[in-house]
Structure formats: C-alpha cells, structure tokens
C-alpha cells in the first residue's frame, strides 16, 4: 500500500498559520480525490477538507475562508494552508486518499474522515489561546 506522510504541524498561537504538506509518492493526486481530517482525542474524526479530480474543493464550515487545500501533481504533494488559526483548530491532522472520482464534494467531504481508502499516520497541530 503507498504511503501518506504527512508534516508540518506544530504549536502556534491564536492567529497564527501553518502549511501542512502530505507526500504522496504512490498516488496521482490530480486523478484522485485527496482531502484532510483531524482527529481529536475524545472528540473523535472531523473532515476539514477535500479537493476532486476537476481542482473543486469543499470544506467544513468551521475553517472557510481561513484554510485552502491545493496539490502539486509534478511532486505528489498535498498541502493545506492554515491562517488566523484557533484554539479549537487543535487537532492531529492526517491526510487521505480515495479513488471513487464520482463523488461529489459535498459526498467526499462527508466520508473523508471514516471512509477515505487510504490515509496516513497524521502530523500534530496545537493552537495556544
């Protein structure tokens, strides 16, 4: 099974930004969905966001306008931005794949977290207030 490793978390301070990069050196990410989940302990999995095959993207209410996932397909790259981050931001963020391309965003979004076909071991976002 390919790999997602994701990095560039770390801890900031309210109002801070962060660029998580996940290598993805096995997949086409422009032929594939590939989204972003965070996971907090005794909270459980939320989906953050995901971008299609076509470059739409979609994201949880809570983090429009403030995080932008893109990908870089020449390095098997996926990246999301973070700005003006929050304490309830605070979360291990791991990044996913799948490759049903017939979802829709709205579909992706909802299934990222618990029914994405791969995903990797998550890299450590802590947001101070």
């Known amino acids: 099974q390919a790999q997602l490793v994701a990095s560039g978390g770390g801890s900031v301070e309210s109002g801070g930004s962060l660029r998580l990069s996940c290598a993805a050196p096995g997949y086409n990410v422009s032929s594939i969905y590939m989204g972003w989940f965070r996971e907090v302990p005794g909270k459980g999995r939320e989906g953050v966001a995901v971008?299609?095959?076509?470059?739409?993207?979609n994201y949880v209410d809570s983090v429009k306008d403030r995080f932008t996932i893109s990908r870089d397909s020449a390095s098997h790259t996926l990246f999301l931005q973070m700005k003006n981050l929050k304490p309830e931001d605070t979360g291990k963020y791991h990044c996913?794949?799948?490759?049903?391309?017939?979802?829709?965003?709205?579909?992706?979004?909802?299934?990222?977290?618990?029914?994405?076909?791969?995903w990797g071991q998550g890299t450590q976002v802590t947001v101070s207030s």
């Open positions: 996913a794949a799948d490759r049903r391309a017939w979802m829709t965003p709205v579909q992706a979004l909802a299934v990222v977290a618990t029914g994405f076909g791969d």
């Open positions: 971008i299609a095959t076509d470059g739409v993207t």
